[in-house]
């Protein structure tokens, strides 16, 4: 009754302050203010739990002091010292020796002591790591530092990077948050070395003054190359879009330039990324039914380089001779569609791309699938018009009109499903603008076009089950289309028998022409499945066309698609497709893998033999991966890409990753084959190779240094 008469009175005391504070122990005392608390005392207030050998609070002072294996608990964090005082009135704190941790991250400091006044701690000499506080893989030493709860921003001042015990790194200063809050300021650099290009140093910069918009600067040098700038502004304009911009620049020493025979001594270009699923609703306030969006890829550069320069580590970019870029607006109701599409293609190894033709833009119709007569009979609707432009050279519109009529049905008690479609379309071009050189404006005369094909299929869906839990799906289905009535006029009469897609002519002045030769087409297709207790084991997909016109009757290329899992860990897949005209297989796919999840590894063959302008392009290209997790720390992995057509490595890479709970170390060996753009070859590439060490201090971050060979 003694004690809970004095818990009582201590509690009732300090809410006549600010704070309030209450203390639990089994040994209580009170002399005058000062009430203690010994054996195994509690105290509770704010939002933090402490424990000690000996609490004592002044209710006048309103000073709160523990002693001896002081520990205070709150929201995750774990605080340790040996003394702790707390004035609530001034709101200050000292502790000595001051140890904090992170439950959730592992992340400590240890200092001789701390001092702390609101959401402010001054922290004295001392370390902070993420591992094992007995014996830490890594830690940073500091003379002194500070900490802002409320920011949850951390200053290290003097901070020296040790492995062990050896010193590696030291800096005047280092700054981390210790959440995720987007917050300005500078991010962790990238520092690398090339015997070409020198030393390599580049410094992100990051601004979010604001929660709906960022900015992040990347200014870089390369010492014996040149200098540049990239930037990315990301930005949430509404509750359902995002979008970002990113625009580079980069200035080549002259002696570079000159010496790798570069076509431009300046590289520039800018890349556009926006994604809407509601403009309707929110620009316009509209309360139409339905979904609207929009999406925007677009992209420019001068050249290749570009790319190749925005960061040290040029494996990672994806480079090619076309860059398109497209603008893609739709809106969609329960029956119908409209949709707007640009579409703007450049070519990086032209030196203009004046003659290239754009689609700017293609306007679209779409009437959704309705049926009637009970399910018996469906229509849809499809209409199209699509301006081709370009600077130099003619310029056309074309419209597009389909309507495809379905009636279907089953028979033989539903084990047969029959169609039959009526197909009709139409096309209209007009020309405009003038022709280039050499072109004459009589073959550019208005085109209209008409048909009508008829197409019956027959396909079954079976499905057995069998005693082991295996469940086989047999889909066999068989179309016939039958070319019905054409019409030819103008642009498309004339150029009919000249133009025809299936002879591989695109060139003047067939750049418009579309239309293949009409044909009867007999479609075969058989899909098989397996499934063991509803997990997929095979699926096989076999398919052959037969086209008849009015000279010839011939095969279609027998194609076959397969995926299958051989065991728990092997799975094989293949894609071929044979030519029955020139007697030989004219692509094929083949990949197998190994996944036990200890070992992986991998190996595919991709081949290509086909006709293009009459003229055999022959592809072979070997991929191959593996890595091995060799302990629970120790991880090797290393592909390779081999060019077989050209004989040229594209791409070899071998490494290895240390990884513990607080610290991971790689180092890797790549060789890399890029492209880029001179005067004398116009198309032109470098093989690079590179050594990338990384180094990542869990959960503070880390960096990535690479040494770079260049090989012309």
Sequence with gaps: MHKFYWISLIAST????????????????????????????????????MSADKVTYDRNTSIMEAKGSVNVFKDGQHVMSEYSRINFLDETRYSVPYFAIDQSTGLWVSTSEAQACKNLIDLSSGAISGCDSSDPLWKIRFSSADYDTDKMWVNLYNPRLEIGDISVFYLPYFGYPTDSTRRSGLLIPTFGWSSSEGFYYQQPIYFAPQNWWDLELRPQIRTARGSGLYTDFRFVDTPSSQGSIRMGYFKEQSRYAIENDLAHAKHYGYDVKYRHSAPLREWFDSTLEGESGIYIDGSWMNDVDYLNLQQSDETR????????????????????????????????????????????PTLQYHRYLESFLDNYLLISADAAATHYYRPNGKRAVEGNFNIPATLQTSILDDYIDISYTANA????????????????????????????????????????????????????????????????SGYYETYRNSCNMSESYAGYPCEFYNLSAPSDTLSLGINNYLFENGKQLLVDRLSQNFRYDDQRSYYGELQNELELEIAGAISYYNQTAYNYDRDRITKEQNTIRYNDGVFL?????????QLRNDTPVYASYWTADAAYQYSRNYRFFGQVAYDYREALLKRSEVGLLYSQRCFDFGVRYVQNRRPILTNTNGSDSINDSYIFITVVLKPIGGSEFNYKLTDN
């Design 14 to 49: 300090a809410l006549l302050g600010n704070e309030r504070v209450e203390l639990f122990g089994t040994n209580m005392d009170s002399n005058g203010s000062v009430a203690t608390a010994q054996g195994n005392p509690i105290a509770l207030y704010q939002d933090q739990i």
């Design 317 to 360: 970019n994806i480079t090619a001779n076309q860059v398109m870029s497209r603008i893609n607006g739709y809106y969609s109701s329960e029956d119908n569609y409209f949709g707007a599409y640009f579409k703007h293609y450049q070519y990086l190894n032209s030196a203009s791309n004046g003659t290239t033709i754009q689609t700017l």
């Design 425 to 488: 379309s139409a096309k209209v071009i007009g020309f405009y603008a003038n022709e280039r050189n050499g072109e004459s404006g009589s073959t550019y005369e208005q085109g209209k076009y008409a048909q009508l094909d008829h197409t019956l299929s027959i396909g079954s869906t079976l499905v057995k089950s069998y005693d082991n839990n295996i469940t086989h799906v047999f889909n066999p289905l068989v179309s016939y289309t039958a070319a019905g009535s054409r019409y030819y």
């Design 601 to 609: 590894a991998g190996i595919s063959h991709y081949y290509t033999d």
